[in-house]
């Protein structure tokens, strides 16, 4: 199918089988084609006319969107100004970077690189810093609010009745944790170095969804009539309400989840969706993108969820990954020059050790030296 109509299906909900398969390939093809749809999906929100997108006539949807888009905010971002891109839009692929060049220029947030602060981006070219000790009310460009900041914890499920569907990404730098609730009452506990994309307002009509880079635990609040959509680099979880973990960090070979309570349907791009695959509580599922399979396997949950009271456990896992799983919780940099620990596999659960404690707990079984310097480790 073209691309123009598998888009606009996606936006109005009425891609069916294959197409679902086809647009998400496209989707997690690159970053852009995933900002690309995001402004597009901004637009449709805003209740602005897209259906010329399935018939590709891209020169009279550029001029619908421009029209409308300056009737709706005449002072603010005058689109008249993205006109240069007006002839690298016209046609398939110029539907696509004319958007992505467009969603640049106002602001629509692409996956963030962690930096030091946890970080809200608004979607309106607002970025705030969260402070984990502060009580502080989120609000829109109209002075709605969206949600309520307390402590450690974010809930939107307490925005006052505004009809702001503005997309949101809150980031966790290394070394931190934070709790999100989401409008409709589920709630999201994010890992250290980790992003969650989300509409501050979920619509009435359609799935709920949500795009995650890094680790999180869902408690997903029940709705049959609208499934809950977990997005991923590679993997992508449908439920209708349950808990479950899930672990997508970029830099990882391997996605995995990790079913608590409920019932969840897991798939991917790489898959024809006939051979998506369901899983039970007490299994992980694990996907090898090299292999483009999925692996079910029975697990002790909370060897996967522990990291949201505080804990570091590792099972049989390589030295290798282990050290990413210690920049992350630590907020340092390692480096490694003793190359014949990176396939050596630990297990281990620590809990209050210092990371110069956790070292040396596994040089009591493989000896090595190493040295702390600020905030870098070199393994000798």
Known sequence: MKLGKLIYKKLNHSLAGEEESEFMQWFNASKENQETFLALKSFYEEGIDLSDLQHLDAERAWKKLSDQWNVDHPKKYPFRVYGRYAAIFVGVLGLA?????????????????VGDAI????????????????????????????????????????????????????????????????????RVHLNAGSSLRYPAKFKEKGNREVFLAGEAFFEVSKNQKQPFIVNSDKMDIKVLGTKFNVSAYPDDEMINTVLVEGLVQLGSPGLPPDQSTFLEPGFKAEWDSGQKTIKKEKVDTGQYTGWMEGKFIVREMEFKSILKKLERHYNISITNNNKALSNRAFSATFTTETIEEVLNTFALETSFEFEISDDHIIIK
């Open 97 to 113: 970077y004319g958007y992505w060049h467009y969603s640049q220029n106002v602001g629509l947030p692409a996956m963030p690189v």
């Open 119 to 186: 970080t809200l981006d608004l979607g309106n070219g607002n970025t705030l810093k969260l402070s984990s000790s502060e009580y502080e009310k989120i609000t829109d460009g109209k002075g709605n609010t969206l949600g309520v900041q307390e402590g450690e914890t974010l809930d939107y499920s307490q925005g006052e009745g505004t009809n702001e569907y503005a997309i949101n990404t809150l980031s966790i730098p290394n070394g931190k944790r934070f709790t999100l609730l989401l409008s409709d009452g589920t």
